[in-house]
């Protein structure tokens, strides 16, 4: 969905590098969402924000950081890279209001720690 | 706690046959239940939801998926497959009285064979 973008698309770093992902979102919701993939497992929630100054930490929050810079912004920091955070990384987006009550996701990271 | 289980990996089905494809879940309270979509290198896009009213919900491209308070399911069904179905199906849930998060299941590879 263009309404969420993701930066960048793909990223290869090594072990014990900093790496940030980008997300942002033109829906204007509220609420956004940090998710990882990973085969067989389904998306694990790893941060969430319901505004600008309301951040929370999903199921597997550990070896994670987030920034809410804007409504409209939403990063996701690893602080120190380890293999196994190799995963596919999602932003998601909801507005609870609406009829839908869905989220919207971008297109994914993917990210490979070596 | 919420959880969500997607019995089968991978669902193949020939053209122009039916298809399900299996979800459960378990929630403490009144269960929102929906179904995802995933095509290559997308993100998850919005399939359809139930909230409550008639157990038979239809959402996109001709999907539709009966829930079964009984049987703790929400098996997604299309009466005729298509090759452009295959994919990645996702089931979640979100458990109305005890928060606002998603819970996703671990997926479905959908294979509509030629």
């Known amino acids: 969905d263009a309404d969420v973008t993701q930066t960048p698309r793909n990223r290869i770093t090594k072990t014990g590098k900093r790496i940030m992902l980008e997300c942002s979102q033109t829906?204007?919701?509220?609420?956004m969402y940090w998710y990882r993939q990973d085969p067989g497992l389904g998306l694990r929630l790893i941060y969430y924000?319901?505004?600008?100054?309301?951040?929370n930490k999903g199921e597997i929050s550990d070896g994670y950081s987030v920034s809410r810079q804007a409504q409209a912004k939403f990063s996701l920091s690893l602080e120190s890279a380890i293999p196994n955070q190799t995963a596919l990384y999602f932003c998601?987006?909801?507005?609870?209001?609406?009829?839908?009550?869905?989220?919207?996701f971008g297109p994914g990271t993917r990210l490979t720690v070596l | 706690a919420q959880s969500v289980a997607q019995p089968e990996d991978q669902v193949n089905v020939a053209e122009g046959n039916p298809l399900t494809v299996k979800c459960t879940y378990s929630v403490s309270g009144n269960p929102y239940l929906f179904w995802y979509v995933q095509y290559p290198n997308r993100g998850l896009q919005f399939l359809l939801k139930y909230i409550t009213g008639d157990n038979l919900v239809k959402g996109s491209y001709g999907f539709e998926a009966e829930f079964n308070k009984s049987q703790t399911s929400f098996h997604l069904k299309k009466p005729s497959a298509l090759v452009s179905d295959s994919a990645l199906y996702f089931c979640?849930?979100?458990?109305?009285?005890?928060?606002?998060?998603?819970?996703f299941g671990p997926g479905t590879r959908l294979s509509v064979l030629p």
């Open positions: 998601a987006t909801r507005d609870p209001r609406a009829s839908t009550d869905t989220q919207y």
């Open positions: 924000s319901f505004d600008v100054k309301d951040i």
């Open positions: 979640a849930v979100r458990d109305y009285n005890y928060g606002q998060n998603f819970v």
């Open positions: 829906k204007g919701h509220d609420r």
